[in-house]
């Protein structure tokens, strides 16, 4: 069994999940973690790096934590976490070294103040590498240890996040969510006709895309995205294959050189969120009136996908809104997809109750009144 430690928006880790391992048979599931069985750890292992939106990745063993410490020739280095009925970590660790001990096993566990471990600890004492960070799971009287294969790499997203080319008041894309987004497509051909500052285009080519194709109509966010693909591009050393960028109303889509002439299977974007909002100024007018724009926007967008038959995968946020505690949803554009779209599956038939009622997902992030609701589409045909 494989256990996917999950992160906070723990509906999206599991929609991506499952769409890069959709052989995997749910075993359980809450909203910390995903338990599957029928997976290979070689295959996981080789596609973890773009499980964007899981924390970590275990698997059970028969063995003791003993047996692996007696093999090792060198000082034991190992941590131990706890979940679920968590019993005394302090005395697990204890009583663990004094085991290791008694058996001629020169040990530290690195666990700070007797806590959990954090992904940033594991990964600087190199426990996955040298597979000595363990989770012990109590199910009542019965106790379970775990594995740790796999662990994300959590700076490298504030690294690529700082240094775009970025102008502050557009909202950016998390580099997280366009990761997800781009998963849950199943393209490897990506084009995004809402660029803004490439976030989406970027994230593609670190799942090693090597064509890269976008356009908007704002000709400072061609120059910003393109400024930010070639200096990622540069910077990682990576040759691309094919390159097209276009100034272009999205409205127009259907005049869109790339989209006629590439060989594109998935369109992964995300239109501008509209003004900045604060608590000082966000009312229902100004809501109603970015509807107002919006909706004009997507109808051209889609009907004119529906008019050159784009048969591919369409994955896109749209907006939504907190004011006084209560959430406005982008409804108008529920009648617009009824009308052009169909709004496809983002899990097994079993996990369907986990999605709101529009079939979507919603991403949210502290502090923000601007949210995003998620939906994966396909032009009717």
Not at 115 to 130: D, F, G, H, R, Y
Not at 335 to 343: A, H, Q, V, W
């Amino acid at each position: 069994m494989i256990w996917f430690a999950l992160w906070r928006e723990y509906k999206l880790s599991i929609a991506e999940i499952f769409t890069v391992f959709p052989e995997g048979k749910t075993v359980f599931y809450d909203k910390d973690v995903l338990i599957l069985e029928n997976l290979n750890e070689n295959l996981i292992l080789e596609k973890a790096n773009f499980l964007w939106w899981t924390i970590k990745i275990f698997k059970i063993i028969d063995n003791e934590i003993i047996d692996d410490a007696l093999n090792i020739e060198w000082k034991f280095k190992y941590g131990i976490s706890t979940f679920w009925d968590k019993k005394n970590l302090k005395e697990i660790l204890n009583s663990t070294k004094k085991i290791l001990k008694e058996n001629g096993v020169s040990s530290r566990f690195i666990n700070k103040d007797f806590k959990n471990l954090s992904s940033a600890q594991i990964i600087w004492e190199k426990l996955v590498k040298n597979g000595t960070d363990y989770s012990i799971i109590f199910d009542g009287d019965k106790k379970y240890t775990w594995k740790t294969i796999w662990v994300q790499d959590i700076d490298s997203y504030s690294k690529r996040d700082y240094s775009k080319d970025r102008d502050m008041q557009t909202g950016m894309l998390p580099p997280k969510l366009c990761q997800m987004m781009i998963n849950i497509s199943s393209g490897k051909t990506i084009y995004d006709p809402f660029v803004w500052l490439g976030t989406v285009l970027i994230e593609s080519i670190l799942m090693w895309n090597k064509k890269v194709y976008w356009s908007d109509l704002n000709q400072t966010m061609v120059e910003h995205s393109r400024n930010n693909i070639f200096k990622f591009v540069q910077e990682n050393n990576v040759i691309l294959e094919d390159v097209e960028f276009i100034k272009l109303n999205a409205k127009f889509i259907n005049e869109s050189s790339i989209l006629l002439e590439k060989n594109i299977d998935a369109i992964v974007t995300e239109w501008y969120l509209w003004e900045i909002m604060t608590q000082k100024n966000i009312s229902i007018e100004r809501i109603d009136k970015q509807k107002e724009s919006l909706i004009s926007i997507y109808e051209k967008f889609f009907e004119n996908l529906k008019k050159i038959n784009y048969t591919w995968n369409i994955v896109i946020c749209f907006p939504f809104w907190e004011i006084s505690w209560k959430y406005i949803y982008f409804e108008e554009i529920y009648k617009t997809l009824s009308l052009l779209c169909d709004i496809q599956p983002l899990f097994p038939t079993s996990f369907e109750n986990i999605t709101t009622k529009a079939w979507s997902l919603l991403y949210k992030r502290e502090k923000q009144l601007v949210w995003r609701e998620i939906f994966k589409l396909k032009i009717k045909t």
